[in-house]
């Protein structure tokens, strides 16, 4: 590791400006703060986290609609991160704590084994990025339980980077695109960054060399005047992608707008269940009644962290009534999250 950050040292020496890098995946933020990679980089190299957590990406208003559902006797099933994530009247755990019949589960498959068993309705909560999304398609496709169905807050990563990028907010002028969101789209989408934009845009793996190597092939792309996507990741990733993920996906899903924690609406970023598959589909099935709410907890700055623009350290929370015990926003409560990591592995 030594010598490619020697290396990365050399690169920056031929390069005249700053270099901002965002990455949109919590497990390169682990990797990066289990590692100290930040401590690495020469000082005109920075590595800012974006929204990678699927959890933490979560709006309030669906952790509401959630609420709602459990609040009238519908048993919900989800991930076990899912239960601390703060709407506005409380989370799923509050929920469960109150009497409802929430359950955790490690698979959209528990979920359809539940609904075998009860004869209660059940409804799977699908947070996650197209990495999940397709597991949550292919179930709905094999004619789950009549009593199952799905709410879906599954959210695409590359509309997220138009928004940043659109927005100018972080200023970032680099990619180091998630591995495993690319397992799934391949690298195509991420090429109008590259065209459009000029940025140059690494798909990395998860181990410090991979994200190490990521950061070399960029400032590589700046040294030689290029702005393209390449593939670090070539042992997970193929440019095509998982076609056959890519097909259920575009079977069972629509793709609409909607707002993110921390986020206005982002155009086209979020998976909906298409009418022929409405009996599956939770919104259709139920009425659900949810005012328009606010994710912001008060004193919680997980928006601007979750945009790439502030820093864990700079909530006045953090560690004090904020911890991976008492998470107070979504950014503290899974592993994933940049509270979290940083909880664990120190500052930046
Ligand atoms: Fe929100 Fe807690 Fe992170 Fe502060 S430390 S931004 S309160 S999750």
Known sequence: MKNLSREIVKRIENISR???????CGSHEHTIMQ???????????????????????????????CLYLARQGVTIATFGDMLRVPGVTGSLMDAKAEGADVRIVYGVNNAV?????????????????????????????????ENLSFLSC????PPALKFLIESGEVNLNALIEPGHVSTIIGTEPYNLFSEKYNIP?????????DVLMSVYMILKQFKDGKAEVQNEYKRAVREEGNVKAQ???????????????????????VYEIKDEFSQFNAREKFDIEVEEVQDVVKGCICGPILRGIARPEQCKLFRKECNPMNPVGACMVSKEGTCNIAYRYGSM
Request: proline share 10%; charged share 25%.
């Open 18 to 24: 700053p270099v901002k890098i965002m990455h949109v």
């Open 35 to 65: 590692h100290g990679i930040r401590s690495l980089l020469p000082k005109e190299v920075e590595i800012v986290a974006g929204p990678g957590c699927p959890v933490c990406c979560v709006p309030a208003r669906e952790v509401e609609e």
């Open 113 to 145: 084994e539940i609904a075998e068993k009860i004869d209660n309705e059940v409804v799977f909560m699908a947070a996650g990025f197209e990495t999940t999304a397709p597991t949550t398609a292919a179930e709905i496709v094999s004619e789950p339980p």
């Open 154 to 157: 599954h959210r695409m990563i």
């Open 201 to 209: 845009q690494v798909v990395a793996g998860f181990n410090p060399l």
């Open 247 to 269: 097909e259920l996906l575009e079977e069972v899903f629509y793709v609409t707008s909607r707002e993110w924690r921390g986020f206005p609406t982002i155009p086209d970023s």
